[in-house]
């Protein structure tokens, strides 16, 4: 089934490097496109073939006329063709979109990355606005919203579901991580991997993961960076005016249905324990889906004081803008939590995103919205 994308590749006017985590359909978005051509480099004769006569590459951009659109897919398979986009762009006034599932190898390798002539876009899996009548939360929590995994959902496919999200960390592993070469011990790395999704929302302890994997912690910092770097989590940090003071963050995985898949629990219903981080994941990578999509140039964190904690901060150039507690359940708000909170940020708004209510209500002072409300106040921003 094909969905109704935000990002609108064809409203853009100039050359731009579009990434994101394997299956989140960025060959379907490009295909849409009318490109004067597209070059396939998952294509093994022809990514062969630029890497051994990256010069055939030139010639072919050559005979375009000027202000073509070329699609390249996969680009980081070849980083030489690079020097010849720059070129291209400079001398023939070529418009490129290039697209991969990683810039790591790219930045590692030390390739040409256009110096600024080109936007750095993000697809991401499924939004619920992108899903519209057909989004349900509780299969996203459950199975996440990688495009295909949708719309085998919506077709009652479940088994299908689970056989494509667990195919989808060894195809990780093997594409990804063996064939780029990111890591020479895939065994490792595989291991690390199942202990870093069951710590999946929880603030990460680099030296009790060192543990468990039996490797080096700095093997372990390492491990976490290529997930950073190929898409797969990211890391959030905590608030704190000094960049230098910042420590111990949190890591999230970008899809519930693939941490689910690495942590082996797609069989089973969602535990009242697990609910809360499921719950975490999902929604704070909805907030990241907002605003790379709107060009929003928020930050996001979590603010912690000892013992208390709320789950997210929206931070603009000029500071903190509004905070987020995320409620999975029936239990109530630490008004502890929040006093101190209040105490530290008078002036910031301190709204609850409730899994369970399905209307707005009020704790004390707070305003408990629906998941759905919480969304759409921070996507319009009325803040």
């Given amino acids: 089934m094909l969905f109704s994308r935000e990002l609108k590749l064809d409203q853009i006017e100039t050359s731009l490097f579009l990434f994101g985590p394997r299956m989140t359909g960025k060959t379907t978005l490009l295909k849409k496109l009318k490109a004067d051509a597209y070059i396939d480099l998952l294509d093994p004769d022809l990514e062969l073939q630029y890497k051994t006569n990256p010069k055939d590459f030139w010639n072919e951009l050559s005979a375009l006329p000027k202000g073509s659109l070329i699609i390249v897919d996969e680009i980081q398979k070849a980083p030489v063709l690079l020097n010849y986009v720059q070129k291209a762009i400079d001398s023939l006034g070529h418009c490129f979109i290039l697209s991969g599932s990683s810039a790591r190898k790219l930045k590692r390798g030390g390739a040409n990355l256009l110096g600024g002539r080109a936007l750095d876009m ?4 499924l939004s619920s606005s992108e899903m519209k009548s057909h989004f349900n939360i509780k ?5 996440g919203t990688l495009p295909k995994i949708s719309g085998f959902l919506i077709e009652n496919k479940t088994k299908l579901v689970k056989e494509h999200l667990k195919s989808y ?12 070469a990111l890591t020479r011990n895939a065994g490792a790395f595989n291991r690390f991997l199942s202990v870093a999704a069951q710590s999946n929302g929880q603030v990460i302890e680099f030296a009790n993961i060192s543990r468990e994997c039996s490797v080096p912690m700095s093997t372990v910092k390492e491990y976490f960076q290529i997930l950073e770097d190929t898409l797969i989590g990211f890391y959030l940090w905590p608030w704190n005016h000094s960049e230098r003071k910042k420590a111990r963050p949190k890591f999230y995985f970008f899809d519930t249905g693939v941490v689910r898949a690495i942590q082996n629990r797609l069989s089973d219903p969602i535990t009242p324990t697990e609910l809360g981080f499921i719950y975490e994941t999902w929604f704070i990578n909805e907030l990241i889906k907002i605003r790379n999509y709107a060009g929003l140039e928020h930050q996001f964190s979590f603010w912690r004081n000892r013992d208390q904690e709320i789950d997210i901060m929206v931070s603009s150039g000029r500071g903190p803008i509004l905070a987020i507690e995320l409620k ?3 239990s109530e708000i630490q008004q502890s939590a929040v006093r101190q909170f209040k105490k530290q940020f008078p002036k910031v708004r301190l709204v609850v995103a409730s899994l369970s209510d399905s209307r707005r209500k009020k704790a004390g002072d707070i305003d408990v919205l629906p998941w759905k409300q919480a969304l759409e106040y921070y996507r319009t921003g009325n803040m």
């Fill in 139 to 143: 299969q996203a929590l459950a199975f």
């Fill in 122 to 125: 993000k697809l991401h899996p």
């Fill in 169 to 180: 960390i060894t195809t990780y592993i093997r594409e990804e991580i063996q064939a780029e």
């Fill in 328 to 330: 999975s359940g029936k």
